[in-house]
């Protein structure tokens, strides 16, 4: 059922579901995973999502008008997300069910709230927390160190699913976390 157009580039993910449909030019980056439903639309410009990234069930991922789709490195693009010709920095967490519109550029090591409208063109530092509809910065912390344990936990639970395991040991995943890295 699965779609993976000839302008798709995967640069060794850790998993990409059998139900995404990538169309268009595409680069997944290594560790990376792409989950159930997944739906990604390239047809100008591009779609780039960064080493160890997770885009998680039900996301869409589009270009914009006259911008490509950039995701960073060590994020997680949680369930429900819809990224239309943005840039997102590295270690970034986008919260369940969040809009993030053309133009829309966000600092790395920031998350952006659960149901958030971020509007075209706005522009938000490293360390945001960014929340509403319409979103605004509502408080800045470093979440970097917390944004990329939750992409590890995708990278490890990534490389099980590519095996059929659908679990994630405890102390497997307390070890990458100690190590930094799956």
């Given at each position: 059922?699965?779609?993976i157009g ?5 640069d ?11 169309y ?13 439903n ?31 789709t950039?995701?960073?490195?060590d994020c ?9 010709g ?12 969040a ?9 790395a ?5 659960g ?9 938000f530092?490293e360390?945001?927390i960014i ?8 408080k ?6 917390a944004?990329r344990?939750n ?8 490389r ?9 040991d405890?102390a497997?995943?307390k ?8």
């Open positions: 059922m699965a779609h000839p302008s798709v580039t995967l060794d993910p850790a998993f990409v579901h059998e139900s995404a449909l990538l268009g030019k595409i680069y997944i980056g290594p560790g990376a995973s792409i989950w159930p997944v739906v990604m639309r390239s047809e100008m410009f591009e779609i780039r999502i960064g080493a160890r990234s997770n885009i998680q069930d039900f996301v869409m991922v589009h270009i914009g008008f006259d911008t490509p950039i995701v960073g490195e997680s693009i949680t369930h429900h997300v819809t990224l239309h943005c840039e997102i920095g590295d270690r970034c967490l986008i919260g369940i069910n809009t993030i519109m053309d133009g829309v550029k966000i600092g090591n920031s998350i952006v709230a149901q958030s409208i971020v509007t075209e063109g706005s522009e530092p360390n945001s929340a509403g509809s319409p979103a605004r910065l509502v800045t912390r470093d979440n970097g160190a944004n344990g992409a590890i936990f995708y990278e490890l639970n990534a099980n699913y590519a095996k059929g395991v659908d679990r994630v405890p497997e995943f070890a990458a976390l100690e190590r930094g890295h799956v």
